[in-house]
């Protein structure tokens, strides 16, 4: 079955203490993207990446990072968590940067005290 | 990239057909139509892809009048299951950086 995975599905953190979200297609898809979704403001993208060792930033990258290594996989790192990234985090992927159709994960729900 | 405007939420019964429209009045000439849903704790899932016209697909329906300053994704013969958020997306994806912007959607609530 063509799926995007994340994990973990729910986490409870403190502060400062890194983590990472992982998140991997099985579809050979060229593209992948981190979103937050918070309520009131929709969907928002983190960082993205093209291919494999080919990653930029989104629209709110400050506090993550983001490593392509595999195509295949698309882990989302938190360094030093903060209370403001609490929420809720999909990983997509779509089959290359010039395709509409993308395909998200389930979801991280992440609350950092 | 063209802002959008949808209302913020819709109520329908089961076998209602369900039209939500999309106003993107600064769209631009080489923009897409796009229209994702989501469900309570799952990620957006695609549902359609439109230009102009009409698109049609086993799930929806998608019009486009001529002048593409808006687009109204049919639904027809709705049931519980379909209450969801409803994301209308417009752009162009050309390489590079660029992305589809999600805004806040449009919740539809379905009743029996």
């Known amino acids: 079955e063509a799926q995007v995975t994340q994990n973990p599905r729910y986490l409870i953190t403190v502060t400062g203490k890194k983590l990472t979200v992982t998140c991997s297609q099985n579809?050979?898809?060229?593209?992948m993207s981190w979103y937050r979704q918070d309520p009131g403001l929709g969907l928002r993208q983190i960082y993205y990446s093209m291919n494999v060792e080919v990653t930029d930033k989104g629209d709110v990258p400050e506090g993550y990072k983001v490593s392509r290594k595999e195509k295949r996989n698309f882990p989302l790192i938190l360094e030093s968590p903060s209370p403001n990234q609490t929420s809720l985090y999909f990983c997509?992927?779509?089959?290359?940067?010039?395709?509409?159709?993308?395909?998200f994960g389930p979801g991280t729900r992440l609350t950092v005290t | 990239l063209a802002k959008t405007t949808q209302p913020i939420s819709m109520d329908s019964y089961e076998g209602q057909e369900v039209n939500i429209t999309c106003s993107h009045n600064n769209i631009a000439t080489n923009d897409y139509i796009t229209w994702y849903q989501q469900f309570p704790s799952q990620g957006p899932r695609f549902i359609i892809q439109?230009?102009?016209t009409k698109v049609t697909n086993e799930v929806a329906s998608l019009f486009i009048p001529a002048d593409r300053k808006s687009s109204t994704l049919s639904l027809p013969r709705v049931s519980l299951s379909d209450t969801a958020v409803y994301y209308c997306l417009v752009g162009i994806l050309t390489g590079g950086g660029n992305k589809l912007t999600f805004g806040t959607g449009t919740q539809l609530k379905v009743e029996l």
């Open positions: 997509a992927s779509r089959r290359t940067a010039l395709v509409y159709e993308q395909y």
């Open positions: 439109g230009y102009k």
């Open positions: 579809m050979n898809h060229e593209y």
